[in-house]
C-alpha cells in the first residue's frame, strides 16, 4: 500500500527549482567522549589512532579530488590539519596518561583549536576546521557515521538543522537534489549561497525536524512547500515542471525585456571577480551589485589603494562597455571588517555600518573611490559607484560630492533604510541612481533580523509595506527622470521581480543563477501586465495575500 499523502511543510523557498528524492540528514556530531582510562596499552590506542587519522584523511582527500577547486583546497588543509605534528604529540601525550584513543583525540584537538583561536585572525578561523577533524576522528574510531553533510552513495535531499556556509559552498551539487534547513532564514548567508550555486532550497521548515533517512520527499522552492510521502499526481506534476524549468535554462539568452519589448536590463549580483566570468556566460548584461566588502572579510588592516585597484580592474575587465555597480565597503552587521569597526554594538544593524560607518573613517572611503577611479581609467567599463545603507539627503550628497571629488561620474545611493525611500525623491535630486536593497529594507521596514529563523516569516519582501516603499522609490526615478534598480534577493525571485517593474524599477540585479528564471518570467507579462499585477499585491493585507493576489492577476492575464 503506498504511504498516506501528507500535506506541505511550509519554510521559504530559494530559487524557483522543484526536486524530488530520498531524505538524508546531517549526520550530528558524535558524543564528547567520557574521560575514561583506557583498557588497551598506549601502543594498541596509538595504531588506533593512526587508522582513524588514515581513515578520516583518505575520505577527506577523495571527497576533495571529487569537489575540485576551492573545495579541495579546503580540504586538503584540514587533512594537513589532522597530520600536524603538533596535533600528534598533543595526542600522544594523553595516550601516554593512559586516556582512551576517542577521549586522547577529543581533548588534544581541543586544546590545539584553543590555541589557535588566541593567535586569531586566518589561523583562528581555522580552529572550527581542527573541531570538524575531531569529530571526523572520533566517529571513525567508533565505527559512526562521518559527521556533517553526508554521503549516501545516491543522489538526496539534505535535510539540516542548519548549514554553515563553508558546508553549502562544499555541496555536491551532482549528489544533492535540494536543501532543506529547519532554521534559517531567506537572506542568511547560507541562503545567499545556496542561490548562488542554483540549489533548490527551501528553509526554516520547522516540521523538516520529523524527516528520516530515506523519506520521499518533493521539494517546490518556488512554492516554499516541502511534500513528505507525495503521490503519484504528484510527482508526476513535479517532473512536468522540472522538465519545464530545465526548457527554460536552456532558452537562447537574449536581453531582459517584457513581452511589449519594454527593456528591463538583468545584471549579476557578484562578490569576487572570479565569478564574473560565469554571470557573463548566464548572459547578465553587467554588474548591478559588486559587494566589496566580500574582498576583504579576513583581512585585519585596511586593504591597500594597489591591492584595491587590481581586484577592480580585474572585474571591469569582463565587462568592457557595460554597466558595473561597484558598493562602497558595507561593512557591519553580519559583515564586520575589522578595520572599520571596532566598537562594540548591541544591535550592530542599527549602529555605525554602511555608508555610516565609511564616514567615520574618512580616508578608508577616500582610497577606496580613488582605487575604483584608477581601475575606471585603466578600463573600459561603465563604471557607476554606490553607498551602503544611505538613510539621510545629507550622507547622500556627502557620497555624491566625494565621488565626483574622485573623478567618479556616476554616484547613487542604495536605499534599504525605510527613510531613505520615503525620502527618495530628494535624494535622487542629488543623486545619479538609486538601487533598493530589499534584504535590508525588509529587514528595517518589518523589524525583523534577517539573521534570525525566528522571525524569517516577517522577512519576506512581498510584505505590501515593503512594496509601497519600493513604490515610492519607483515614482521618484519617474519624477526625477533617475534610474532605480533593485539589487536585494527579491530580484530573484521571477513574479516579484514583474511586481517590482510595475512598481517603476528599470533593472533587476541578482545571483547569476537567478537570470534565466527571471528572464522567462518577464517575457509572459507586458508592463501594463506588470502594473496591475503589482496594483493587486499592493492591495493585499499581508505578504501571502500578496502573491496569492499576484499570483491570480498573473494566471488572469495568460487566461486572456
Ligand atoms: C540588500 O540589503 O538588499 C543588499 C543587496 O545588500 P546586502 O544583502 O549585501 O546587505
Ligand atoms: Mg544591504
Not at 575514561?36 to 577527506?60: C, G, I
Not at 557515521?145 to 555541496?171: I, M, R
Not at 537567478?514 to 522567462?520: E, I, P
Request: aromatic share 2%.
Amino acid at each position: 500500500m503506498p504511504p498516506a499523502t501528507q500535506s506541505a511543510m511550509k519554510g521559504t523557498g530559494i530559487g524557483q527549482g522543484i526536486a524530488v528524492g530520498p531524505v538524508a540528514r546531517m549526520s550530528p556530531p558524535p558524543a564528547a567522549p567520557a574521560d575514561a582510562t583506557s583498557t588497551l596499552n598506549q601502543e594498541q590506542e596509538s595504531a588506533r589512532v593512526n587508522e582513524a587519522v588514515q581513515a578520516v584523511s583518505a575520505d577527506l582527500t577523495a571527497r576533495g579530488e571529487a569537489a575540485g577547486g576551492q573545495a579541495q583546497e579546503v580540504l586538503e588543509a584540514q587533512v594537513m590539519m589532522a597530520q600536524d605534528p603538533s596535533v600528534t604529540e598533543a595526542v600522544d601525550a594523553k595516550l601516554a596518561a593512559g586516556k582512551t584513543a576517542e577521549y586522547a583525540v577529543h581533548t588534544a584537538f581541543a586544546e590545539v583549536a584553543e590555541q589557535l583561536q588566541a593567535l586569531g585572525g586566518y589561523l583562528g578561523e581555522r580552529a572550527a576546521d581542527l573541531h570538524d577533524v575531531a569529530a571526523r576522528v572520533v566517529a571513525a574510531l567508533r565505527g559512526e557515521p562521518a559527521p556533517g553533510v553526508p554521503d549516501p552513495g545516491h543522489p538526496y535531499v539534505l535535510v539540516a538543522q542548519d548549514l554553515a556556509p563553508a558546508d553549502t559552498a562544499l555541496l555536491d551539487l551532482n549528489q544533492v537534489l535540494a536543501l532543506v534547513t529547519i532554521e534559517g532564514g531567506p537572506t542568511s548567508h547560507t541562503a545567499i549561497l545556496a542561490r548562488g550555486k542554483g540549489i533548490i532550497a527551501v528553509v526554516g521548515v520547522k516540521e523538516a525536524a520529523e524527516l528520516t533517512d530515506g523519506d520521499e520527499v518533493i521539494v517546490d522552492a518556488a512554492h516554499s512547500a516541502v511534500t513528505l510521502a507525495p503521490s503519484q499526481e504528484q510527482k508526476d506534476e513535479a517532473a512536468a515542471r522540472i522538465e519545464q524549468r530545465r526548457a527554460a535554462q536552456a532558452a537562447p539568452i537574449t536581453e531582459g525585456a517584457l513581452a511589449d519589448g519594454t527593456p528591463v536590463p538583468l545584471l549579476a549580483n557578484l562578490g569576487s571577480p572570479e565569478n564574473a566570468a560565469e554571470a557573463v556566460e548566464l548572459g547578465a548584461e553587467g554588474v548591478g551589485l559588486f559587494r566589496t566588502e566580500f574582498l576583504f572579510l579576513s583581512s585585519d588592516t585596511a586593504p591597500s589603494v594597489a591591492e584595491q585597484r587590481e581586484a577592480y580592474v580585474k572585474l571591469l575587465q569582463a565587462f568592457p562597455g557595460k554597466k558595473v555597480v561597484v558598493r562602497a565597503l558595507d561593512a557591519g552587521a553580519d559583515k564586520p571588517l575589522p578595520f572599520l569597526n571596532d566598537a562594540e554594538e548591541e544591535n550592530p544593524a542599527l549602529g555605525l555600518r554602511g555608508l555610516r560607518a565609511l564616514l567615520a573613517s574618512e580616508e578608508i572611503l577616500r582610497d577606496q573611490l580613488s582605487a575604483l577611479a584608477e581601475a575606471h581609467e585603466a578600463t573600459e567599463a561603465d563604471l557607476w559607484v554606490m553607498a551602503p545603507m544611505v538613510s539621510t539627503v545629507e550622507e547622500a550628497e556627502i557620497f555624491s560630492r566625494f565621488a565626483h571629488q574622485h573623478g567618479l561620474k556616476t554616484a547613487g545611493v542604495m536605499v534599504e533604510v525605510p527613510s531613505s525611500a520615503l525620502v527618495a525623491e530628494q535624494i535622487l535630486q542629488i543623486s545619479d541612481f538609486a538601487s533598493i536593497g530589499t534584504n535590508d529594507l525588509t529587514q528595517y521596514t518589518m523589524a525583523a533580523d534577517r539573521l534570525l529563523g525566528s522571525v524569517a516569516g516577517l522577512q519576506d519582501p512581498w510584505h505590501p509595506a515593503v512594496l509601497k516603499l519600493v513604490k515610492e522609490v519607483g515614482a521618484a526615478g519617474a519624477a526625477t527622470g533617475k534610474p532605480v534598480g533593485v539589487c536585494g534577493e527579491a530580484a530573484a525571485d521571477p513574479l516579484l521581480a514583474v511586481v517590482l517593474v510595475g512598481l517603476g524599477v528599470h533593472t533587476l540585479s541578482m545571483a547569476p543563477a537567478a537570470l534565466a528564471d527571471v528572464r522567462a518570467e518577464l517575457l509572459h507579462h507586458t508592463k501594463e501586465q506588470a502594473e496591475a499585477i503589482a496594483a493587486a499585491a499592493l492591495s493585499a493585507p499581508d505578504a501571502a495575500g500578496a502573491l496569492e493576489a499576484a499570483r491570480t492577476t498573473a494566471a488572469a492575464h495568460s487566461a486572456e
